[in-house]
């Protein structure tokens, strides 16, 4: 599956961003899909993750309550809502697929990735 990440931007602190994952190539519905984040100097962190149905989601606990994932399996699509961003949200975010039929929070579970999108949360 190939996935391409986009909507990320430059936003002011308690601002919001909604970011969309398109996948193409085998059956969307098949793979549990998460999203990502690297900041510079860091590793990259699991943000969230959503089930092939949809019907099963988990956050970080950094996220919790501002972020949202979400699904549309006939558009091919995952996406992640974030309101009341901060600073520290700024990072590259990820979407990623995974063949686990569960929720999926580690990297090495994941067997495709997007090319990233620039997120920066301006104070």
């Known amino acids: 599956v190939q996935l391409q990440a986009s909507g990320g931007g430059l936003v002011q602190a308690g601002g919001s961003l909604r970011l969309s994952c398109a996948a193409s190539?085998?059956?969307?519905?098949?793979?549990?899909m998460g999203w990502f984040r690297q900041a510079p100097g860091k590793e990259r962190e699991f943000v969230a993750t959503?089930?092939?149905?949809?019907?099963?989601?988990y956050y970080t606990d950094s996220v919790k309550g501002r972020f949202t994932i979400s699904r549309d399996n006939e558009k091919n699509t995952v996406y992640l809502q974030m309101n009341s961003l901060k600073p520290e949200d700024t990072a590259v975010y990820y979407c990623?697929?995974?063949?686990?039929?569960?929720?999926?929070?580690?990297?090495?579970?994941?067997?495709?990735w997007g090319q990233g999108t620039q997120v920066t949360v301006s104070s």
């Open positions: 990623a697929a995974s063949w686990y039929g569960r929720v999926v929070t580690s990297l090495s579970e994941y067997a495709y």
């Open positions: 959503i089930s092939r149905s949809g019907g099963s989601t």
């Open positions: 190539g085998r059956p969307f519905s098949r793979y549990t």
